[in-house]
């Protein structure tokens, strides 16, 4: 294993990087090594992870980049029944969150369960509205994640990048975005660049992985995040973007490898 105790120069560029945990699969490492290596490869934060690891991140000077907000893939904001549950779980999310500095919160819109898009998308404009305000106060995005509903998540109804800018247009509200997962829009839609182009101003983070697999995204891969990670720099985007993929080979070289790529 390609582990070192040296520390690595900060990245280069103009896209601040990130990782979820799932990039260090085999490597082998406890939760602080995998924050020792994180912050060792030029990583700022960890997505996907609550208030437990908090600590643990600041020691490796680390941020949370996307905090747990109570919801699940399955059970969203678009079912009215979810929303006591949520709603209590989120507003502690919220709180947890800007406590520790960070700047996001995820959302997750949940599957259709026989709503029409129309039916969700109310239910969840309706949800937000009633949290916006102190996401607004505390200085906290939150970003409903779009994802794939032909390969991983059947069902889940924020699919389409559209639907998800029409939920931010509705809620009209700085602290209400996207994130935008680049390898499940590229399963949905293609047309990755274009489509971020024309609606970066309600996108707060991205996700990366390689499509087909989910794993790196080397040569094997059809998407070029060299090409991706200029557009998005040349946007002026100011947020975070964080490896979301399935390493097939060493983990940390893998990594190194990655956030080279998207040093643009």
């Known amino acids: 294993m390609a582990a070192s105790t040296a520390q690595a120069e900060p990245r280069k560029g ?3 990087q990130g990782v979820c945990l799932g990039v260090f699969k085999g490597a082998k490492l406890d939760l602080e090594g995998q924050c020792r290596e994180a912050a060792r490869l030029g990583a700022l934060g960890i997505d996907l ?3 437990e690891t908090f600590p643990l991140l600041k020691k490796y000077a680390l941020i949370p980049t996307m905090v747990g907000g109570g919801c699940t893939i399955k059970e969203g904001i678009n079912d009215k029944k979810n929303h006591s549950t949520i709603d209590q779980k989120m507003r502690e999310a919220i709180k947890a969150t800007a406590a520790a500095g960070a700047p996001n919160a995820i959302v997750l819109a949940g599957d259709r369960k026989g709503l029409t898009d129309e039916e969700g998308i109310e239910n969840s404009v309706l949800f937000l509205n009633n949290i916006k ?6 200085g906290v995005t939150l970003c409903t994640e779009l994802l794939n509903s032909k390969v991983n998540h059947p069902g889940y109804m924020c699919d389409h990048t559209s639907w998800g800018v029409e939920l931010c247009k509705r809620v009209n ?6 994130l935008y997962d680049i390898y499940h829009m590229q399963i949905m839609e293609g047309d990755i660049i274009r489509t971020i182009q024309q609606n970066i101003k309600y996108i707060g983070h991205f996700h990366t992985a390689g499509n087909p697999g989910r794993h790196e995204f080397d040569d094997t891969q059809e998407m070029n995040y060299k090409g991706i990670c200029k ?9 975070y ?12 070289e893998t990594l190194d490898k990655m956030m080279s790529i998207c040093e643009v």
């Open 173 to 178: 509200s700085p602290r209400v975005k996207l």
């Open 49 to 51: 992870v609550g208030p």
């Open 133 to 138: 305000g102190l996401a607004e106060e505390l």
């Open 231 to 239: 557009a998005i720099a040349d946007l002026g985007y100011q947020g």
């Open 14 to 16: 103009r896209i601040k």
């Open 241 to 252: 973007l964080s490896h979301e993929y399935t390493p097939t080979k060493d983990p940390l």
